[in-house]
């Protein structure tokens, strides 16, 4: 079969990955498979869809649909590191071009394990997904995530904690942590094509012991319906900054964080397994600095 028409028939996507696609679901099929090796899919429904398949001897091919069909794809090799690491080897570039140097794809994962769930995490998203599992959004329980999930695992329980690595695992909270601001600062005021964007950073004290990582969120508690996460961006000592920045209504005074509101980072409580959906208006507000068309 031509290469046009191939790409015809499979929605536009170049010939070379959906051969090398072909080939990897001809390896998952016949053959026992690595514990890494399947399908993994990761995304909104709308603006992201993401789909990788690999599999050893057989490589990646990975594909990116969104709202106006395909927006990137790419095929390559498959290098297991000795730390557990999975390094993809892309055959074309992996960005949209030196004005945007945010990857398509991740380029180095690692396999995570939650109980009979398998995922597929960059070592940049581990503090994401103990945000997610603060937020309840993990263990999730539609195939719709954050998060790239082995085909149909959303249907697999997910007991006790995932496989996280254990200086990843020490920032998991049961109880959650709250905070009121002690300042507020104007970090960004900016009109775009989108319209305005502001960033505030707030500034609070946490007890002394208390363990944070830059990235670790925080969400309005009070007031009510102010849906916007204060991501940690400085520690010292007892002292934490976060940012939060907004895309809409920036400027209505509502929204500018004042010494009155309460942060909660959330906490996660095990059991819950399947039970998490989720929110994809926060969706977007976590995953806006990715550079992903929505």
């Excluded at 904690?161 to 300042?183: K, M």
Aim: proline share 6%; aromatic share 8%; glycine share 12%.
């Amino acid at each position: 079969m031509s290469d046009r028409v191939l790409e015809s028939l499979n929605d536009g996507v170049p010939a070379p990955v959906v051969r090398r696609r072909a080939r990897i679901r001809e390896v998952l099929q016949s053959t026992p498979a690595a514990e890494w090796a399947g399908e993994y899919y990761g995304g909104d429904g709308l603006g992201v869809n993401v789909t990788l398949s690999l599999a050893p001897g057989a490589g990646i091919a990975a594909t990116w649909f969104g709202c106006l069909g395909l927006y990137a794809s790419n095929e390559g090799d498959v290098e297991e590191g000795a730390d557990g690491t999975l390094a993809f080897h892309f055959n074309r570039p992996n960005t949209r071009g030196s004005w945007n140097p945010t990857e398509n794809f991740p380029s180095r994962v690692r396999l995570v394990r939650w109980g009979e769930r398998r995922y597929l995490l960059a070592d940049k998203e581990m503090i994401a997904f103990v945000n997610a599992m603060h937020h309840g959004w993990e263990p999730a329980a539609e195939r719709q995530g954050l998060f790239l999930m082995a085909e149909g695992d959303e249907e697999r329980p997910a007991p006790g904690l995932p496989g996280l690595p254990r200086e990843v695992l020490d920032y998991v909270r049961s109880t959650a942590l709250e905070v009121q601001p002690i300042s507020i600062e104007d970090v960004m005021d900016s009109d775009g094509g989108t319209g305005p964007r502001c960033r505030f950073r707030v500034h609070f004290d946490v007890p002394a012991g208390e363990r944070l990582a830059e990235g670790i969120e925080f969400q309005v508690k009070f007031p009510t319906g102010i849906y916007q996460e204060f991501r940690v961006v400085g520690i010292a000592g007892v002292h934490v900054s976060a940012d939060g920045e907004y895309q809409r209504n920036c400027r209505d005074s509502e929204k500018r964080p004042t010494s009155d509101w309460v942060l909660t980072s959330g906490a996660f409580r095990p059991g819950g397994g399947g039970v998490a959906t989720v929110d994809m208006a926060a969706w977007g507000s976590a995953t806006a600095s990715d550079g992903r068309e929505r």
